[in-house]
T-cell receptor, first 118, second 114 residues
Framework: GAVVSQHPSWVICKSGTSVKIECRSL??????MFWYRQFPKQSLMLMAT?????????EQGVEKDKFLINHASLTLSTLTVTSAHPEDSSFYIC??????????????FGPGTRLTVL | GDSVTQMEGPVTLSEEAFLTINCTYT??????LFWYVQYPGEGLQLLLK?????DKGSNKGFEATYRKETTSFHLEKGSVQVSDSAVYFC?????????????FGGGTRLMVKP
């Protein structure tokens, strides 16, 4: 259980185009999902917290108009990179929080989406 | 704020060697501690966790004990395999951070040679 999927797994696009990445919790409902960015050989950087039915909370330094997040249902959050440029090329990873009564919530991660902007 | 510090890699070991990856943390309150593993080209997978002091998390031969007195959560495995080659991330949640956000260490790359 607690499987999170991402689609697509790899996308190559031209500079100036917009790219949408989907994150789905397959077997549980997630009121909260997180979006991370990972540069080569580096740790994960939290970009934003996505809450179902409300606006996402962005970390300092992350442009909310460039990285649009929508959490329309309890099993789906989307990240849209608008007007992508080569510097946006990165590995984007989402996670979904599985709440557990009487225990610590645990985040389960998707497999990641590699974005390459030409 | 909360922080996690891991030993820098890469760590290169021969198969069946003993593994230790050090992890220390800074946080107020009583955070939960995690180890995640990332295989090449993949996302993160939860390896093990511990939610309170002296708890030991274990999975797939890996172990880590929550040591509040030394603020540490070192990852150990008695006999590594080539298939354990990956990047390992130590993380915490529930310290200063609200909403169970995870704070990650920098990651430690493990390479196991046959």
């Amino acid at each position: 259980g607690a499987v999170v999927s991402q689609h697509p797994s790899w996308v190559i696009c031209k500079s100036g185009t917009s790219v949408k990445i989907e994150c789905r919790s397959l077997d549980f409902q997630a009121t909260t999902m997180f979006w991370y960015r990972q540069f080569p050989k580096q740790s994960l950087m939290l970009m934003a917290t996505s809450n179902e039915g409300s606006k996402a909370t962005y970390e300092q330094g992350v442009e909310k108009d460039k990285f649009l997040i929508n959490h329309a249902s309890l099993t789906l959050s989307t990240l849209t990179v608008t007007s992508a440029h080569p510097e946006d090329s990165s590995f984007y990873i989402c996670s979904a929080r599985l709440p557990r009564r009487g225990s610590t919530d645990t985040q389960y991660f998707g497999p990641g989406t590699r974005l390459t902007v030409l | 704020g909360d922080s996690v510090t891991q030993m820098e890699g890469p760590v290169t070991l021969s198969e069946e060697a003993f593994l230790t990856i050090n992890c220390t943390y800074t946080a107020t309150g009583y955070p939960s501690l995690f180890w995640y593993v990332q295989y090449p080209g993949e996302g993160l997978q939860l390896l093990l966790k511990a939610t309170k002091a002296d708890d030991k998390g274990s999975n797939k031969g890996f172990e880590a004990t929550y040591r509040k007195e030394t603020t540490s959560f070192h990852l150990e495995k008695g006999s590594v395999q080539v298939s354990d080659s990956a990047v390992y991330f130590c993380a915490l949640s529930g310290g200063n951070n609200a909403g169970n956000m995870l704070t990650f260490g920098g990651g430690t790359r493990l390479m196991v040679k046959p």
